[in-house]
């Protein structure tokens, strides 16, 4: 059995998986203060009470975007598992050609996104739209270049900067709208954050495709725990909400000596 961690700015999103198919998948808000036996007491206590055994665990691989957990996280799998994690930092294989102009700035989830794209549907030039904490766009070519990509607030990020930066906006729960036009604050709240990340999402994949792809069909891939907001409005080509984790999964048959 295999454990996979995705350790976002938020939250880490984790998955078990057997005969490469996800047994469990988990999650668990994170604070940068987190201790190693902080980290191995969740981790073992996420895999009995879902009828495993932490003895059944013979690989871990991670990623991170947090360089505080990293310490944590290696001390955890080797103290509470015997195990010495695969980690997605410069230096391991992701069979990608990397054109970033720096590639230790790249977040080792869009690396990881990306390599699972690139596995899932090959021959195609792909955009992985990742919505968490932050949007992302990553660009990958049918060749398996790592093209970059673009950065934008999330979601969440927005909301709490509305509250935060003015004087009566409340808090919202982000949900889908059922009209573009907000008869209440709320409504109106919840309609901006919604509608205005799809006209990013829209047109940021529009320029790419442009300026990359000649206008050419990019096959574009949603993930990320709000993605599911869009799922029947055809800006995604699919939603895999596991994506990070399969690159994960993909990443230590690259790395196999």
Do not use: W
């Not at 984790?14 to 036996?37: E, P």
């Not at 919202?172 to 573009?180: A, F, G, L």
């Amino acid at each position: 059995m295999k454990m996979c961690l995705d350790f976002g700015n938020s939250q880490l999103y984790g998955g078990l998986y057997k005969d490469k198919s996800m047994a469990v998948s988990f999650r668990k808000s994170m604070n940068k203060g987190i201790s190693s036996d902080e980290m191995g007491i969740f981790l073992k206590s996420v895999i009995k009470e879902n009828g495993f055994q932490p003895e059944e665990i013979k690989s871990i691989n991670f990623c991170s975007v947090v360089p505080e957990f990293n310490h944590s996280i290696k001390n955890s799998c080797m103290n509470y598992f015997g195990i010495t994690p695969l980690a997605l930092e410069p230096g391991v294989k992701t069979g990608l050609q990397i054109k970033y102009i720096n590639q230790s700035e790249v977040g080792a989830d869009r690396i990881a996104n990306a390599i699972a794209a690139c596995e899932l549907h090959p021959n195609c030039d792909i955009i992985v739209v990742d919505m968490g904490t932050a949007t992302t766009f990553d660009v990958v070519t049918k060749n398996k270049e790592y093209l970059g990509g673009a950065i934008i607030p999330g979601i969440s990020i927005g909301m709490e900067s509305l509250v935060q930066r003015t004087a009566k906006l409340p808090m919202v729960e982000i949900i889908k709208p059922k009209d573009v036009c907000g008869k209440s604050t709320v409504q109106s709240i919840q309609s901006g954050l919604y509608f205005g990340n799809l006209g990013a999402i829209k047109e940021i994949c529009r320029e790419i495709t442009e300026s990359c792809f000649d206008g050419n069909k990019v096959f574009v891939l949603g993930t990320g725990g709000i993605s599911g907001l869009y799922d029947e409005l055809g800006v995604f080509d699919e939603i895999n909400k596991d994506l990070v984790l399969e690159g994960l999964i993909k990443l230590e048959e690259l790395n196999k000596c």
